[in-house]
């Protein structure tokens, strides 16, 4: 057992990163050591939410200690039960609340099927409080947002928060198979005015216009467009 107790911290990181919550706590109570490699900053930049079940919401507990840590986040859930989305929107307000932030990547992910008249407007709303703290300090700024599987209407107050808060952002992907689409050009050529380090940008053709596409080209924005 003293063998696995002096394991070195850079290999024990690795192996907990590739176990569950639940299988790293179980870990981290087998010694010492391993418990003080639970605790360190590193093992907890990447993070993932995966809401299927009530006890699934257990897992925010972590975010009262290490939600500081965490750089990159996923969160996926079965939009079908509607404890599942509320517990996804508890996540997005924490981490709007958080101090100090440090997420720079975000990835929300709908499985199961859409409810019946589900216009998501809870998320859309947990999303703005989110995009509007990013002007705390740089280091809270967003540089990765993925919501193509988050089939909630956008609207531009929305797109908006985000441009106006989130300059750092690089990559941004909303072309979310929505049937409505409700961002304007006008959102879109202010966030490309404001967000200057912006590479990629997944849309739909219904938020362009002349004036986007040439802001396109001066800046050197790669886009992707769907219908709507």
């Not at 072309?175 to 966030?191: E, F």
Request: aromatic residues 10%; glycine residues 4%.
């Amino acid at each position: 057992m003293e063998d696995w107790e002096n394991l070195p911290e850079h290999i024990l990181v690795n192996i907990l990163q590739m176990l569950t919550l639940h299988e790293r706590y179980n870990a981290s109570r087998v010694c010492k050591s391993w418990n003080e490699t639970f605790q360190i900053p590193s093992l907890w930049q990447t993070f993932g939410f995966d809401f299927n079940i009530v006890e699934d919401g257990r897992r925010m507990k972590c975010l009262t200690r290490y939600g500081c840590h965490i750089k990159n986040l996923t969160i996926l859930l079965n939009q079908g039960e509607e404890f599942n989305r509320a517990n996804a929107c508890r996540v997005l307000t924490s981490f709007a609340r958080t101090t100090p932030r440090r997420l720079r990547s975000l990835k929300i992910e709908f499985t199961g099927e859409n409810p019946l008249f589900y216009a998501g407007k809870e998320f859309t709303e947990a999303l703005r409080m989110l995009f509007a703290s990013g002007n705390v300090s740089d280091v809270a700024k967003l540089v990765t947002i993925n919501l193509s599987n988050l089939p909630v209407s956008f609207e531009q107050p929305l797109i908006d928060t985000l441009s106006s808060n989130n300059h750092s952002l690089q990559y941004l992907n909303i072309l979310n198979k929505n049937l409505i689409c409700k961002v304007p050009p006008t959102s879109i050529l202010q966030l490309v005015k404001h967000c200057r380090q912006l590479q990629e940008l997944h849309l739909y053709s219904r938020s362009m216009s002349d004036e986007v596409l040439l802001a396109f080209t001066e800046f050197g924005i790669g886009y992707g467009t769907g219908w709507c």
